[in-house]
């Protein structure tokens, strides 16, 4: 039964990636695309690909930040963990690589997978958090309106409840009612297990220092992402100022979380066309910046995340193996 639900989101997730890349290819003259590529400043295109390896660089940095409670990881393990997941996500549907990341680190590390992906769920709130602030703030500058805004609006939302959700999470057994749940949850030892686990993951959410730790992380990393926007378009002659990359970057960041094929192909490159048709922007020199973009981004994820995947193997080190027994697993 799991399997075929898993089955049909990949199939649901592929079928979103294929409508949005047909409704693309129909909104942009695709030879104009082809000719502002092959037009594309080589040294922009590389720009672009060092701020999206320093995007990686601090979000490796924030992980390691919300795992700290739990315990200190090394940066370089916790990088190559997160890229490993990040693989993942560029060749499987549904942000599975997250799942992966966790399991990998919790393996690895002798942490519970359960409390690791914990940790995991707070940087998605923690991200997407600051990815609606930097749009919200991109909106009032540049005075955008239509669908943008709405699309803004309906993710504060989502924002909000992911944040009630997270807090909900934190303080179940102190909410009323949480004794009578907790006798019935007596009955599945497993599934109580389960739940205290990843509370103790979420909990590192409850603590300030790291919360505005990874906050602040967010920010940097977004800004980078920003950068390698303004970074692709003046390789394709679009000189976007700063709230124009910022509103693109976050943008598409938001579309991302649309249920979609492998890599967020098509909805990516669609967001960002109707977004850069909002700011009065040729749909042709945009479409080529996004796909500038999302190969930059797919290139040092993947090639970053087959580089840790060499270096580690597929198989539990001994001591990671001698760490998940003495701390009980899952």
């Known amino acids: 039964m799991t399997s075929a639900r898993g089955v049909a989101r990949a199939a649901v997730g592929s079928l979103i990636s294929l409508v ?16 502002v590529l092959g037009r594309a400043a080589p040294a922009w295109i590389l720009v672009a690909i060092a701020f999206i390896g320093v995007d990686v660089l601090v979000r490796a940095l924030r992980w390691r930040g919300l795992l700290a409670p739990i315990r200190v ?8 963990y997160m890229l490993i997941g990040y693989l993942a996500n560029n060749v499987l549907p549904a942000r599975l690589g997250e799942l992966v990341r966790s399991h990998y680190l919790g393996d690895r590390e002798g942490l519970s997978r359960t409390t690791t992906l914990g940790t995991v769920v707070v940087e998605r709130v923690v991200d997407t958090a ?5 749009a919200a703030l991109a909106i009032l500058v540049l005075n955008v309106r239509g669908v943008v805004t709405s699309a803004v609006a309906i993710g504060a939302a989502i924002v909000a409840l ?15 009612g949480s004794d009578a749940v907790a006798r019935r949850a007596a009955r599945w030892p497993r599934v109580g297990e389960l739940a205290l686990k990843l509370r103790g993951g979420l909990a590192v959410a409850g603590r300030p220092r790291t919360l505005v730790g990874a906050l602040g992380l967010s ?14 378009g003046q390789a394709v002659g679009l000189e976007l100022r700063i709230g ?10 938001l579309a991302s979380a649309i249920p979609s094929g492998p890599g967020y192909l098509g909805t990516y490159e669609l967001a960002a066309v109707k977004i850069a048709e909002a700011l009065g922007l040729a749909p042709e020199p945009a479409f080529a910046m ?6 930059s981004i797919l290139l040092v994820t993947s090639a970053g995340g087959l580089v840790a995947l060499g ?19 899952r």
């Open 20 to 35: 949005a890349l047909a409704v693309v290819l129909q909104s942009v003259d695709v030879g104009r695309t082809v000719d």
């Open 73 to 80: 990881v090394a940066f370089r393990p916790v990088l190559a």
């Open 130 to 134: 600051v990815v609606v602030a930097i």
């Open 162 to 176: 992911l944040v009630v959700t997270l807090a909900i999470g934190i303080a179940a057994h102190r909410l009323p």
């Open 219 to 232: 920010v940097v990393a977004w800004g980078a992402t920003t950068l390698a926007f303004a970074a692709a």
């Open 244 to 253: 124009e990359a910022a509103l693109l970057s976050s943008g598409v960041a």
């Open 290 to 295: 996004a796909l500038l973009v999302h190969a």
């Open 311 to 329: 270096r580690l193997g597929w198989r539990r080190s001994p001591a990671g193996e001698a760490r998940a027994e003495a701390t009980g697993g």
